[in-house]
């Protein structure tokens, strides 16, 4: 009888937590519908936007983990796995050219080494001795992916592979991908190599504002040219988006058996530019065309302010003039959804009104930003521009 009993205390106990479990799964899957219907901000360096419906919209794709950013804001449009740590394979060497245009010469001759040379993978075929440019290697490396080209940049900019890793991790930290750490140029496997969709995406923003780098990886043939002697490579692009996917520009494929097929895609319509990641894709060409062409058809760019406009022009108080106008210190443009383009609206916030003299030039004031269905977003500080000096006789 006691038995019975002690069972029967154990199946309500079990019930219990049964319903507490299915109650808390509902609250949860609720909390998660409230928070998708709102944009999102990670405050952590670099601030990002999130847009509604970032990890619950969009097409389905098959790679494991993938990302679609608006390059000019960096506004998130669609996220899977988007900060999972993955292995990068060769779009490590977006980084790579980075950190080699800010650090080296292009037109700096540099002499292969033995250890440059005997780096497997894909190649551009270097042996040991031989001569090429910094610009000649960059393009060996974008294009075709060589990784034995990435060892002799490394080697040619710092002296060692060591050390120019260690501006490749700095580099990544400055850009504010925080959760990506290299061991190598090129991404052969290797311990603790690893970084994020999203921070792959954050890493081709950054690259693609350099021109050098952006005219690099849109290039589909290129010839490389040995230094010292009359040899010539034909090398073609491995980025096939660059020759079917209508205003594609950019940036870099990745290939290892750890990592799967990875591409990092960029393309540029009617002025705005996208940026997709597909990490561990069975198609991969596939995968990015359809995130950014979701992204060009399913949103559109709003300009909030641009720093050439004034956005008000507010009253001084004791100073030797009585209005100033007030600039933003930065453009700031909204990424949002066709069908919500109206709920975005402008906000202005000042400090205080009228404003106290002295006021120096650049001193921030207030911020404008933008409001979507009554959430503050996003917003830039507003700055004068002119100095505002007191009036002498209120000091007499």
Not at 93 to 113: D, F, W, Y
Not at 242 to 256: N, P
Request: net charge positive; glycine share 8%; charged share 25%.
């Amino acid at each position: 009888m006691t038995v019975i009993v002690l069972l029967n205390r154990k199946i309500k106990w079990l019930a219990v937590i049964l319903f507490g479990l299915v109650i808390l799964m509902a609250v949860n899957r609720q909390l998660q519908l409230t928070s998708t219907s709102r944009y999102q901000i990670r405050t952590q360096f670099p601030p990002l936007v999130f847009l509604p419906g970032y990890d619950t919209l969009g097409p389905k794709i098959g790679a494991s983990a993938a990302v679609l950013i608006e390059a000019q804001s960096g506004a998130v449009l669609y996220g899977k796995n988007a900060e999972v740590r993955r292995a990068p394979a060769s779009t490590t060497k977006m980084m790579t050219a980075i950190v080699a245009l800010e650090k080296g010469r292009l037109n700096q001759v540099i002499k292969v080494s033995r250890k440059a040379a005997a780096t497997g993978g894909s190649t551009i075929w270097l042996k040991a001795g031989e001569r090429l440019t910094l610009k000649e290697l960059l393009e060996g490396m974008m294009l075709r992916s060589g990784n034995d080209g990435s060892v002799a940049v490394a080697e040619g900019v710092s002296g060692s592979v060591k050390d120019f890793v260690r501006l490749m991790n700095l580099k990544a930290k400055e850009i504010g991908a925080l959760h990506t750490n290299f061991q190598n140029p090129h991404g052969l496997r290797a311990p603790s190599h690893y970084t994020t969709a999203l921070d792959l995406a954050l890493i081709a923003r950054y690259g693609m504002e350099n021109p050098y780098f952006a005219r690099l990886v849109r290039t589909k043939v290129g010839t490389l040219e040995w230094f010292d002697r009359k040899k010539q490579v034909e090398i073609r692009n491995t980025n096939r988006l660059l020759w079917y996917f209508e205003g594609a520009d950019g940036v870099k494929t990745g290939t290892t058996n750890e990592a799967g097929h990875c591409l990092v895609g960029s393309a540029v319509r009617d002025g705005k530019r996208l940026i997709a990641v597909v990490l561990n894709s069975r198609n991969r060409w596939d995968d990015c065309a359809r995130l950014l062409e979701y992204g060009f058809e399913a949103f559109v760019i709003r300009t909030i302010v641009r720093t050439d406009q004034p956005v008000a022009r507010v009253a001084v108080r004791g100073g030797d003039r009585k209005t100033v106008s007030v600039y933003p210190r930065s453009n700031l443009v909204a990424v949002v959804r066709k069908d919500a383009a109206e709920s975005i609206r402008p906000q202005l916030r000042l400090a205080e009104q009228p404003l106290n003299a002295p006021l120096a030039a650049g001193q921030a004031v207030g911020s404008i930003g933008y409001s979507y269905d009554d959430q503050w977003v996003e917003g830039v500080d507003v700055v004068i521009r002119q100095p505002v000096r007191r009036r002498w006789w209120r000091f007499w």
